[in-house]
Nanobody, 124 residues
């Protein structure tokens, strides 16, 4: 069992920045990936970035060049630095945990554990 807690969301103006944090606790795995997803009202949950235990990183094209994922394994933390935010980035952001991965999973069905989400609102 893995528990995930997101923090760092809030209200920011377009062009601004936020850093989301995901604190992981519980069982440990040698082979895993942690991803960030987001879900806007009326839309499907979409993967935007993933980092694996082997250091592989993936970004969706919608955030590439603006968002940066990183991890601090000693503290069991994963971060998402979000710069140049746009109104269309407004969503609830979730972190998710997958085990026994190959590469960088990016679809919700590939992840077994989820946080409760944190709201990010970008005003124009």
């Amino acid at each position: 069992e893995v528990q995930l807690v997101e923090s760092g969301g809030g209200l920011v103006q377009a062009g601004g920045s936020l850093r989301l944090s995901c604190a992981a606790s519980g069982s440990t795995f040698d082979d895993y990936a942690i991803a960030w997803f987001r879900q806007a009202p009326g839309k499907k949950r979409e993967g935007i970035s993933c980092i694996s235990s082997t250091g592989n990183i993936w970004y969706d094209d919608s955030v590439k060049g603006r968002f940066t994922i990183s991890s601090d394994t000693a503290r069991n933390m994963v971060y998402l630095q979000m710069n140049s935010l746009k109104p269309e980035d407004t969503a609830v952001y979730y972190c998710a945990f997958a085990t026994m991965v190959t590469g960088t999973p990016r679809y919700p069905g590939e992840f077994s554990y989820w946080g409760q989400g944190t709201q990010v609102t970008v005003s124009s």
